[in-house]
């Protein structure tokens, strides 16, 4: 993480834990938790967040197009600058990959081949902070919507060493990184393996009938549980 007196993150709006309110520029986090907990939306929601403070968005999508992906963050802001934001559609199938494209909206897209494509996807997000320093943004949340489909075509090992770069290209322009995770989905080995390419754990679980949320990493302990709003 970046230390020094660059202006911190607050990501309180969606994540309600005390230490959320200052995050260091180039933070990584993994947020963890079961089917159905809404690691996918709180991703989204933390994306929304910092596009209404007008920072950048860079949103790496498995599984939706990337107009439904930019319009996931749009539809939560509609006051948000497209020009702001840029997705790296990193379905498989998803289109033709190589220079960027736009959105009807404004949105800049790039494209890689598959969730394999962890070449294709780096460039797209260098791409994208490119993209988005051009039009005089220096602040901004990347968010990875599905690390767990990026395991389904690759194996851990490439996965970590992937999040591992990433989180240091983070560092280097200064945004604060979220990347969801189906915890269920995989063996403790690998979440294990995967959780140290992060600075951070935010951990979402279901406890009669509602959802909590506790943030750990940043600090020498973990937060308490606490609610998340619906």
Known sequence: MIEGNAATYDLSEGLPVETAQSIQPGTSL????????????????????????????????????????????????????????VAVDARSGGGDTGGGSQTDAGATVYRADAPSDMTGIGVGITNGFDRLAETGVERGRLGLTSLSTMLAYSNREAVFKFCHALSS??????????????????????????????????????????????LGGVQPTPTDWVPLAE
């Open 169 to 214: 290209r983070l560092e280097s322009v200064g945004y604060v990184g979220l990347f969801a995770i189906d915890a269920a989905a995989h063996d403790d080995q690998t979440l294990q393996v995967l959780k140290q390419a992060f600075d951070g754990v935010v951990e979402l679980r279901e406890r009669d009938g509602a959802r909590e949320v506790r």
């Open 30 to 85: 993994l947020i963890s938790g079961p089917p159905m907990a809404g690691t996918e939306d709180l991703v989204v929601d933390l994306l929304a967040n910092g596009a209404r403070r007008g920072e950048g968005t860079v949103v790496v999508t498995t599984g939706n197009s990337a107009p439904a992906a930019v319009a996931a963050v749009t539809d939560r802001v509609p006051e948000a600058d497209p020009r702001r934001i």
